[in-house]
């Protein structure tokens, strides 16, 4: 009986592998055979002190330490997690401070953010960088969120582009339109902002000065704020960005890869703006879209971009070089390693995948790397 248990259990594993077997990148390297697999740390971050409670986490970021970054929003919780008895002003929790820090294992390390002299606390907070000098980027989404603030990492504030409640449309070289994501180049130090739910581009301004650099909209042309129809797989493809622009993120052999969130797909381009390529990624995804934020594998090639889906509830595992399909994980529900509003993701040293969820679901979830596992 214990023979046969034992064969049980390998002859599972072995189907659970080959479900994830899909697509070959065409060209070989370290991990061409292979594709990326991940276990859930159920137990991961530590509960919080101080009766604290998170909200929707609208940001995931890691640093130089390995240390994991969220932005949430204190403000969405309200009625929800309070039993009926109480008011929403005699509330069981405290709402944490909206940046966290933790380290590797989960334990808090510091804690801040809101309101504060000098800078513009937006309403809505959205998106999270930690850049090469440990700099905190965030940006903000809600109708009045028209800037992205930089901060220390204890806190002290640096340096705010934008202004709230103004925005200029998608060709304002001043003015942004509730920024989504950031993403700062240590090479040249300018900050690449997805700007955003109003707007349709990406912008690039010196990331110390605040001074801008250049902007662009899809296929790099410039952005057009007209009316269009709602994306339909059935047509050609959108020649403008939708709503929302929703990340961006530089790769290791400095390409810039464009979330266009609503359009289900990934556009490439050059640091100057050129466009490469496009890939749509579960183009039949209709509603919030199937793109929401991208981060890329640890090795040095980084072989894998994953992708964050919100709205199909789980993670793409796609090969950069041709942003083809190569495996996906997770699924809606509310167990560990499911999603419910999945809307964020970032990739430690070590491999390991830190998601954030907002709406409902409300979380900060860790995957451990397990190995990259044959698909032959």
């Given at each position: 009986m214990k023979k046969f248990y034992h064969y049980f259990v390998v002859a599972l594993f072995l189907f659970s592998v080959a479900c994830l077997r899909t697509n070959k990148p065409e060209t070989a390297g370290e991990y061409a055979d292979s594709i990326p697999v991940f276990r859930t740390d159920p137990f991961w971050p530590e509960p919080l002190p101080n009766n604290w409670l998170i909200?929707?986490?609208?940001?995931?970021?890691?640093d130089s330490k390995d240390h994991i970054w969220i932005v949430h929003r204190p403000n969405s919780l309200g009625e929800d997690e309070a039993v009926q008895t109480q008011s929403p002003a005699e509330l069981p929790y405290t709402p944490a401070p909206p940046i966290i820090e933790f380290d590797g294992k989960g334990k808090l390390i510091r804690a801040w953010?809101?309101?504060?002299?000098g800078f513009d606390w937006p309403e809505n907070e959205h998106g999270i960088y930690i850049d090469h000098e440990d700099n905190v980027w965030i940006g903000g989404s809600g109708p009045v969120d028209?800037?992205?603030l930089k901060f220390r990492p204890e806190g002290t504030f640096t340096l705010q582009i934008g202004t709230t409640g103004?925005?200029?449309?998608s060709n304002d070289t001043t003015l942004l339109g509730r920024p989504a994501d950031i993403d700062v180049d240590p090479i040249t130090n300018e900050v690449y902002i997805a700007d955003g739910y109003q707007n349709r581009r990406v912008i690039i301004f010196d990331a110390t000065t605040g001074r801008y650099k250049r902007h662009w909209g899809a296929y790099g042309n410039k952005p057009d704020d007209s009316p269009r129809d709602s994306y339909d797989p059935d047509m050609p493809p959108p020649r403008q960005f939708g709503n929302p622009v929703h990340a961006v993120r530089i790769s290791s052999d400095n390409l810039v890869y464009v979330c266009d969130r609503s359009n289900d797909r990934i556009q490439v381009f050059q640091k100057d703006g050129t466009f490469v390529y496009e890939e749509f990624i579960a183009g039949r995804t209709m509603g919030n879209g199937s793109t929401w934020d991208i981060d890329f594998s640890c090795d040095p090639e980084q072989t894998f971009i994953y992708v964050a889906d919100g709205t199909n509830q789980c993670i793409w595992i796609l090969w950069r070089e041709s942003l083809k399909v190569a495996g996906n994980f997770g699924r809606i529900g509310r167990y560990p390693g499911q999603f419910i509003w999945l809307h964020s993701l970032a990739v430690d040293s070590r491999g390991n995948i830190y998601t954030g969820e907002v709406h409902t679901g409300k979380r900060v979830q860790k995957f451990i790397y397990q190995a990259n596992l044959s698909k032959e």
């Open positions: 909200g929707q986490v609208a940001g995931v970021a890691t953010g809101g309101p504060g002299e028209n800037q992205v103004k925005t200029g449309g």
